[in-house]
């Protein structure tokens, strides 16, 4: 499925976060392997075992966050970053980043759900705010599950 937004307040703010404010992304395990896999390869569950087995999750937040076109606009913009970090959180391996801008903070969190599926997070805060929040938002992504069956033969399952 689709991203899941979630906020603290009654509206999604578009440019700057006041103090207080936190917004968050969830972003499925299908839009991740866009980085890896082309479309055919995703839809088809065709993805190479030699590409498969590169995909965990700080290499998931390396190539979503980390790409040379990313790095350049990061420097353009005045944005700082700590490097991806790999933890546990709910039993399962998990890797995260932050970020820091001129307008805002940023936390990436990416847990692997099993079978090459990685589910990330991306929360913002105002400037300085994101560790307010960052017990609850690994908390958010340590409750992530994922039903990893849509590469399923459907035509022997008995539950259509």
């Known amino acids: 499925g689709g991203n899941v937004l979630i906020t603290n307040t009654n509206q999604l703010a578009i440019n700057e ?24 390869q995703i839809v088809n569950c065709t ?28 420097d ?5 970053y700590i490097a991806p970090q790999t933890i546990t959180i709910g039993g399962r391996n998990a890797a995260y980043m932050t970020l820091f801008t001129p307008d805002r903070d940023a936390l990436v969190v990416a847990v692997d759900l099993g079978d090459g599926n ?27 599950q994922y039903d990893s069956s849509a590469c399923v033969n459907l035509s022997d399952s008995t539950d259509l």
């Open 76 to 80: 353009s913009q005045g944005v700082t």
């Open 17 to 40: 976060l006041v103090s207080g404010q936190i917004q968050t992304q969830i972003i499925p395990p299908d839009f991740n392997l866009t980085a890896f896999a082309d479309r055919d």
């Open 118 to 144: 990685i589910a990330s997070l991306m929360a913002f805060s105002a400037p300085n705010e994101i560790g307010n929040y960052s017990t609850d938002l690994f908390s958010i992504a340590a409750s992530f």
């Open 47 to 74: 993805i190479p075992e030699e590409i498969a087995s590169q995909i965990n999750p700080q290499s998931v937040i390396e190539r979503q966050m980390l790409s040379p076109e990313r790095l350049a606009s990061y």
